[in-house]
T-cell receptor
Framework: EAQVTQNPRYLITVTGKKLTVTCSQN?????MSWYRQDPGLGLRQIYY???????DKGDVPEGYKVSRKEKRNFPLILESPSPNQTSLYFC????????????FGPGTRLTVL | KNEVEQSPQNLTAQEGEFITINCSYS?????LHWLQQHPGGGIVSLFM???GKKKHGRLIATINIQEKHSSLHITASHPRDSAVYIC?????????????FGKGTLLTVNP
């Protein structure tokens, strides 16, 4: 089954404790992206990757890091989480970019205390 | 003013009604997506449009490039259609890797 998976689905952590949210797709997609969703603000792009070893900033990259060492995986790293990073995070992938159908992961609800 | 505006923000309908959700954007675009998000659930892509009209089951999406406007129609609405519907656009000349999202329309269909 074609899918995008994210782990963990739920996470409660404390300020400053490094964490990684994993994202994996099994569709051989070149494009992957991370979004955060906040009430009243909608979805906003954090980082995206056009292919292995190629990443770039979205609209709200501060406080986040990403890497793309393999085509299927695109982890989101929070080196020192802060309460303002409490949010619902989605990973998405598509064949080549945003003019292709986007496939979203199930979401990760992160709470930073 | 957001680049992508959706209306209405909230919509309540009775089962069987015809539903229209609107998306307007302030700059020209080269692609527009309609997405569906069920409460507590993930996001599913419904349509990707660059012109004209697309239909899938009871869902119809139209786009008018000149008027910078797209509509999502649901015919014979059902309670399972209750969800947030999100419009997203790719700006022409801009990156093929960035989307700008509307804030969504919350649809509730009552039985």
């Amino acid at each position: 089954e074609a899918q995008v998976t994210q782990n963990p689905r739920y996470l409660i952590t404390v300020t400053g404790k490094k964490l990684t949210v994993t994202c994996s797709q099994n569709m051989n997609h070149e494009y992957m992206s991370w979004y955060r969703q906040d009430p009243g603000l909608g979805l906003r792009q954090i980082y995206y990757s056009m292919n292995v070893e190629v990443t770039d900033k979205g609209d709200v990259p501060e406080g986040y890091k990403v890497s793309r060492k393999e085509k299927r995986n695109f982890p989101l790293i929070l080196e020192s989480p802060s309460p303002n990073q409490t949010s619902l995070y989605f990973c998405a992938s598509s064949l080549e970019g945003v003019t292709d159908t986007q496939y979203f992961g199930p979401g990760t609800r992160l709470t930073v205390l | 003013k957001n680049e992508v505006e959706q209306s209405p923000q909230n919509l309540t309908a009775q089962e069987g009604e015809f539903i229209t959700i609107n998306c307007s954007y302030s700059v020209g675009i080269s692609a527009l997506h309609w997405l569906q998000q069920h409460p507590g659930g993930g996001i599913v892509s419904l349509f990707m449009l660059s012109s004209g009209k697309k239909k899938h089951g009871r869902l119809i999406a139209t786009i008018n490039i000149q008027e910078k406007h797209s509509s999502l129609h649901i015919t014979a609405s059902h309670p399972r259609d209750s969800a947030v519907y999100i419009c997203a656009v790719r700006r022409p000349g801009g990156s093929n890797y960035k989307l700008t999202f509307g804030k969504g329309t919350l649809l509730t269909v009552n039985p």
